[in-house]
């Protein structure tokens, strides 16, 4: 099993996007969860049925959901025993921080991986119960990427 759990499209119309992907796959979505990170009020929401998820983040310019140009893939997601060690981890291989939402007190972090042109996001396990709880309400625990040093 791998840690990986979604991608995730920033949009500039959410309710718009779940349409398109209802219609052209038969796409089934949780309801919509507004919310606020630093100064940037956001939408959010996740395909049901269990990982991998699709997740669609609405965002103000300016924030890191940024759609003003157009919707976009922006990330692929995996959970991580560490988000500092695994951001740590990352950026010694060549991948930079890109956004990080620990100083926020969300335990996630954005890298830019130029092999994708795309992010890649880690998200501290700890917050796997409260993601369940929310999204897919009785599903199982899901593997993380071990940060141990050896693991």
Do not use: K
Not at 23 to 33: C, I, L, N
Not at 84 to 107: I, K, T, W
């Amino acid at each position: 099993m791998t840690a990986f759990y979604h991608v995730c499209f920033v949009v500039p119309d959410l309710d718009q996007a779940m349409r398109d992907l209802r219609r052209a796959a038969g796409v089934e979505w949780s309801d919509p969860v507004s919310d606020r990170l630093g100064v940037w009020d956001y939408r959010i929401v996740f395909t049901t049925g269990g990982p991998p998820f699709i997740e669609l983040i609405e965002g103000p310019p300016g924030s890191p959901w940024d759609a003003s140009r157009g919707a976009r893939f922006d990330h692929i997601g995996f959970w991580t025993s560490d988000v500092r060690q695994g951001s740590q981890r990352l950026e010694e291989a060549g991948m930079p921080v890109d956004f990080s939402g620990c100083p926020y007190g969300r335990p996630f972090a954005y890298h830019h991986m130029d092999g994708i042109g795309a992010r890649i996001e880690l998200v501290d396990v700890t917050r796997q119960a409260a993601f369940l709880n929310g999204w897919h309400p009785g599903g199982e625990p899901m593997p993380a990427i071990d940060e141990t040093p050896g693991g």
